[in-house]
């Protein structure tokens, strides 16, 4: 008895379209399925009667085994939670890129909120590679990880 | 420019420990690193000045491509966030697994709270999968899911 897989990350968002226009539009994820659900299985696993969903499913890609899931609880639209990461119970998904400079420039242009700039890992096991901390439209933290092994293909503000 | 791959989902937890039982203990993860971590990057990254963090990364067993990472915030811990998951901001996590009745018996057994008894997806991209939420130790939602192609092998109906 034991876990076979990661198959994806789920997000509650206020509103699919929004959301879609940031992970297809801005992050140039790829959208696998997209659905509206009600169906009776829907309540009894989520715990809302009658529930309606309105759901995407959204990957990298050329990545195969990982989804993003976003589900917009359209019958019980609930109170946003505080974004702040620092709160237990909330959590962050961390995508690589080749050029973390490149993508910091390009989405703080678009209005996209960042934590910081681009910044240097010096200890613990990811030394050597740049991370950056920034909002989905729902303040859900997304982390851009720049590898060390990328660094070569990077803009040259990386590579000091 | 385009994001590379997933690599990690993180969850802030209140007591790493605790999550560690939960994670390795009963879902059978393994710990690939475990740090505390209090260098500038830290703070720069998350937006605490001085944070210090106590960090373990796990994974599934046999799955080398992504990775959970459970941060508690030592040096700033927040308030929980509230669990319910129609709330925006709010996310949950998705393994595969083979025998999700077993998996629920054995974790009811065991103290861990779920929203419902395992149930089958009758409609949708996932239709003839079974599934069902759990909670973490910080209330965090995990979903355990059996694919509908996972299903001959499984349930003790199977096996008699």
Redesign the interface.
């Known amino acids: 008895?034991?876990?076979?897989?990661?198959?994806?990350?789920?997000?509650?968002?206020?509103n699919l379209e929004r959301s879609l226009a940031f992970y297809r539009g801005m992050?140039?994820?790829e959208v696998v399925?997209q659905?509206v659900?009600s169906?009776?299985?829907l309540s009894?696993?989520?715990?809302?009667p009658g529930?309606r969903l309105n759901?995407a499913?959204v990957k990298?890609?050329?990545?195969d085994?990982?989804v993003?899931?976003l589900?917009e609880?359209v019958s019980?639209?609930?109170?946003?939670?505080?974004?702040?990461?620092?709160?237990?119970?909330?959590?962050?998904?961390?995508?690589?890129?080749?050029?973390l400079s490149?993508?910091y420039h390009?989405l703080v242009a678009r209005g996209v909120p960042f934590?910081?700039?681009p910044?240097?890992?010096?200890?613990?096991?990811n030394r050597g590679a740049m991370?950056?901390?920034l909002r989905d439209p729902?303040?859900?933290t997304i982390?851009l990880?720049q590898p060390a092994s990328?660094r070569e293909t990077a803009g040259p503000e990386a590579r000091t």
């Open positions: 008895m034991q876990i076979h897989r990661t198959l994806h990350t789920g997000f509650t968002v206020s992050l140039g994820m399925a659905q659900g169906a009776e299985y009894k696993v989520t715990g809302f529930v759901m499913f990298v890609p050329g990545e085994d990982h993003l899931e589900l609880y019980h639209p609930g109170e946003p939670t505080p974004h702040e990461t620092n709160r237990p119970g909330n959590g962050h998904l961390c995508f690589v890129v080749d050029d490149a993508w390009e934590v910081s700039e910044t240097l890992i010096t200890a613990g096991v991370a950056v901390y729902d303040g859900f982390e990880y990328r």
